[in-house]
């Protein structure tokens, strides 16, 4: 507490050396990392809230991205797409202020960003216990949560008891090749969520959203999203506690190709010091391959199936340190193993840095 203001700071910094495996990957040592600040006070017959989300990953990554197989989405130098490859975030992640008036259990809000997050899709995977965990974006990234960074959002919503519904307007385009900067808002772009919490311990939700142009390099392509996903969590003592997280997503390119992609992951809390998390996915793709290749265009299925785990050897009131390991085995698109390799592997060792 400051005065009137209820200050909350968090992030994390994780050092990752990344080896994936095959005829496609390429190993690298990066960082990924996020820092945020929430503030809020009573204003009127309501509440304000200032939220400003930063992360220096344009520096610790690079424009072209760390190795992820069969990851795709945006471009690092806005010429060429980002294949087999995760872009680092902005240094502007969320810059947005709320306000709300709350009577009981029912509430309405207002949310605006630049950039911030419209109502589409589950929480970002670096915001769910379940996948910041594992130190890499899931490869279902752009069907689920691809959203959460946009350059304007205006968002409107209600909540009754259990139920919440939103609306949004917010900038269809992804973030450009320009990380360190802030892009011109725009709102050509719509969604609406429902979400529901039937108990204390589960959340599901689900989504739909019109984007406007989201790949930078097909800018006559548009998108409808729709998204359901379940997310339940529980603990049993103050320091054990477990999440997971079941997703569907569904990009409808227009014109296009229509493609699935589904996530499944956990993560568990044993104690003080340990953590175990797994991710399954499957993803139907079709930016694996550019011109000339006579592969580009088409639609591949394929997944992956990761497991790790991570110590934290120190535990303060405030801050975490550990170190962890991760594997991941890579389910093969039919017909593509002479671009991978047989169920190629990857690894990835990790120091994990936390502020809480």
């Known amino acids: 507490m400051k005065g009137s203001w209820r200050v909350m700071l968090h992030g994390f910094v994780d050092g990752v050396y990344d080896n994936q495996g095959g005829d496609r990957g390429d190993a690298k040592v990066f960082s990924s990392n996020m820092g945020m600040a929430m503030a809020q006070r009573p204003l009127g017959p309501g509440t304000l809230g200032l939220r400003a989300m930063l992360s220096i990953e344009p520096g610790s990554i690079g424009k072209e991205g760390y190795p992820l197989l069969l990851q ?149 392509v548009h998108q409808d999203r729709v998204t359901i996903s379940a997310m339940c969590a529980a603990s049993w003592s103050e320091n054990s506690r477990w999440e997971g997280t079941i997703a569907w997503g569904q990009n409808r390119n227009q014109p296009g190709h229509t493609l699935d992609a589904f996530l499944a992951e956990g993560a568990l809390e044993l104690g003080e010091r340990h953590t175990f998390v797994a991710r399954a996915e499957w993803a139907e793709k079709d930016e694996l391959f550019v011109a000339p290749d006579v592969r580009a265009g088409q639609v591949f299925s394929g997944g992956e199936l990761t497991a790790g785990y991570r110590h934290d050897f120190l535990r303060r009131n405030h801050l975490s340190v550990g170190a962890g390991v991760a594997g991941t085995l890579l389910l093969v698109p039919r017909g593509l193993s002479d671009a991978y390799g047989e169920s190629p592997a990857s690894a990835l060792v990790f120091l994990h840095a936390k502020l809480r």
Do not use: C
């Open 72 to 220: 795709t989405g945006e471009t690092a130098d806005g010429r060429t797409p980002l294949i087999d490859r995760q872009h680092p975030h902005d240094l502007f992640m969320e810059l947005a202020g709320t306000y709300n008036i709350s009577s009981g259990d029912r509430s309405l809000f207002l949310y605006a960003g630049l950039p911030g997050e419209p109502a589409l899709g589950p929480p970002a995977f670096m915001h769910r216990f379940s996948g910041v965990n594992i130190p890499v974006a899931p490869i279902t990234h752009h069907w689920l949560d691809s959203t959460h960074i946009t350059y304007g959002v205006l968002t409107g919503g209600a909540v009754v008891d259990r139920v919440k519904v939103e609306v949004s307007a917010f900038r269809g385009s992804e973030p450009d090749e320009r990380r360190w900067n802030i892009e011109s808002p725009q709102l050509d772009s719509h969604s609406f969520r429902l979400s529901v919490n039937p108990t204390d311990h589960w959340a599901v939700q689900a989504s739909y959203g019109r984007i406007h142009a989201p790949e930078q390099l097909e800018p006559d």
